[in-house]
């Protein structure tokens, strides 16, 4: 594989808490029409569209990439669907790289959207997650599964609530910043404290909201890229890792992996870093947006990427290292803390990160940005992916 | 003109095979109040709940084991959210590394009062001696529902 792979078009929605004035295929359509505007290449162009779409349930619509497959002028051309929960977004990416670094295609799309606003209560949806076995009869979601991993956190390495509500407190302020993300209203640590709990320790200002908004990227190969003088970032790494099953086998003296930290992230973070020729995360990489849906779970995101050791990352935080303006920013988009369109989710982190090394991420552009990671979780750990991206 | 939308609901119900180990995991907890869990040969491993084959080693369990009925909180949290189809908040529930046991089992917590969140919280930190308590005979259907932890005094 000499040939590298390039983002050569970009789309996201301004996110929101519903579109009314949108269906889901208008959704899907206005992302991928932004996509094509801003490299310039026609639906002819596209040989391949790789269709990213988390559980069906949560936009209501059976197979729902059936519905979008003329949003994405997908008639006649390759066309597959990707779902790993969370992580949908970058794994679609991942497979759109693939279709290219195969040699299978040169100019592939990837796209989707989510209207999670639509869905009455995503955590139903998202217990449906669970073994219906052992685990369905306890009232499992998401949140109740990350409050466990911050219990866990906090009893290995002393996280406190108000730690957590610091990441809040950045990634708000971050969001004001950029006009796609859905919560841009900057907020103080007390307004977090003072937030009513979901689920102990998470509270309502600890966690993401449900927002309805498309994305949708355009790869290539270097040769076509070359060719038709576009344009491009570089995707120089690639990883993937999943987890054991049960929630339950990360929790003892001698377990393998602890469910207060991302272990199987921390491993794709590793492939992604090989492939890229990254040794030293802390001091090559420029910026980070990594998928953190709750506050404490950019903690340990954070350490899995390599940019802090096991639990050293709060003190770094409150030292405003990740900052914008700090020594490496996480999450200068505002992060999913701020906006969580849960099937493209992963794909914002993927497209926020090319901007930057593009230089091309407005009020909230790291400046001299040249090298970018970008991760997303699905399921209860069986989905991290991960990526670098170089101008 | 008005936007308008369109309200749709899902109700659909699955009769779920639960396999001969969990079959044979839930027998026991009805008739005998026991928790047990499958050695694993390789590792010795006790895996509870009970599965077929390991998660690390990827052979088959050949051993019942019985677990509990003490053990050590691992993991917790105290819902205060109300969740359509969960039940009415506040309640605590999470996981528990049962004695003899390798891996963590989840249940609820009952017998704290979740009125104060910081102090119901203390109440449960990692670590905490809780025992496993069953529903009375009768009313055991089969299920992880039917025992629940309290802490030890």
């Known amino acids: 594989m000499s040939d590298r792979i390039g983002i050569i078009g970009i789309g996201q929605s301004a996110f929101k808490s519903r579109r009314e004035d949108s269906n889901y295929p208008e959704l899907v359509r206005e992302a991928v029409a932004l996509a094509m505007q801003d490299c310039g290449l026609g639906f002819d162009d596209i040989e391949a569209v790789v269709y990213s779409l988390s559980p069906d349930a949560m936009v209501g619509i059976g197979n729902a990439e059936r519905l979008g497959v003329d949003a994405v002028g997908a008639k006649n051309k390759r066309f597959l669907r990707i779902n790993t929960g969370g992580s949908t977004g970058i794994s679609s990416v991942a497979a759109a790289y693939f279709h290219v670094a195969s040699g299978a295609c040169d100019v592939v799309l990837t796209a989707g959207a989510d209207k999670v606003g639509e869905c009455g209560d995503s955590q139903t949806v998202l217990n449906k997650i669970w073994d219906p076995i052992y685990e369905r009869p306890l009232p499992l979601g998401t949140i109740s599964m990350l409050a466990m991993s911050a219990v866990r956190y906090m009893h290995k390495y002393g996280m406190s609530e108000e730690d957590m509500a610091r990441v809040t407190v950045k990634n708000r302020r971050h969001a004001s910043k950029n006009p796609n993300a859905h919560l841009r209203k900057e907020c103080t640590a007390e307004e977090v404290l003072n937030s009513r709990y979901l689920c102990w320790p998470i509270k309502l200002y600890d966690a993401c909201p449900q927002s309805s908004g498309g994305c949708a990227m355009i790869l290539a190969s270097e040769r076509y890229i070359r060719e038709h003088g576009l344009d491009a970032v570089w995707i120089t790494g690639v990883g993937h890792c999943s987890e054991n099953y049960y929630l339950g086998d990360r929790m003892s003296d001698t377990a393998r992996a602890d469910h207060a930290d991302a272990f199987a992230l921390k491993n794709s973070f590793a492939r992604a870093y090989k492939q890229a020729g990254i040794t030293d995360p802390g001091t090559q990489v420029d910026v980070a947006e990594l998928y953190a849906p709750f506050s404490n779970t950019e903690f340990h995101a954070i350490e899995a990427a390599g940019l802090a050791e096991l639990g050293a990352s709060p003190a770094m935080l409150r030292e405003g290292q990740f900052d914008l303006g700090g020594r490496i ?32 991420a407005g009020d909230h552009q790291v400046k001299g940005a040249r090298r970018g990671i970008a991760s997303g979780n699905g399921g209860d750990h069986q989905f991290f992916g991960t990526m670098v991206i170089e101008a | 003109m008005e936007l308008m939308t369109r309200k749709e609901v899902w109700n659909i119900t699955y009769n779920h095979a639960l396999g001969k180990t969990a079959s044979e995991f839930f027998t026991q907890i009805k008739e005998s109040a026991r928790i047990l869990g499958r050695r694993c040969p390789s590792d010795g491993r006790v895996l509870v709940p009970p599965r077929a084959f390991s998660d690390e080693s990827l052979e088959a369990t050949d051993e019942w084991v019985e677990v509990g009925p003490g053990g050590r909180i691992e993991a917790f949290t105290i819902t205060y959210e109300p969740f359509q189809n969960l039940p009415e908040p506040p309640y605590a529930f999470g996981y528990v590394l049962l004695d003899g046991a390798s891996t963590a089992i989840g249940g609820y917590f009952k017998g704290i009062d979740l009125s104060d969140p910081a102090r119901a919280a203390e109440k449960l930190v990692v670590g905490t001696r809780v025992k496993t308590c069953f529903a009375e005979e009768k009313d055991r259907i089969g299920d992880v529902l039917d025992f629940w932890f309290e802490v030890q005094d």
Do not use: Y
Request: net charge positive; glycine share 10%; hydrophobic share 50%.
């Open chain 1, 329 to 360: 920013p996480v999450n200068p988009s505002g992060g999913v803390l701020c906006t969580n369109a849960i099937a493209v989710t992963a794909m914002v982190r993927v497209a926020e990160t090319a901007l930057q090394v593009w230089g091309r």
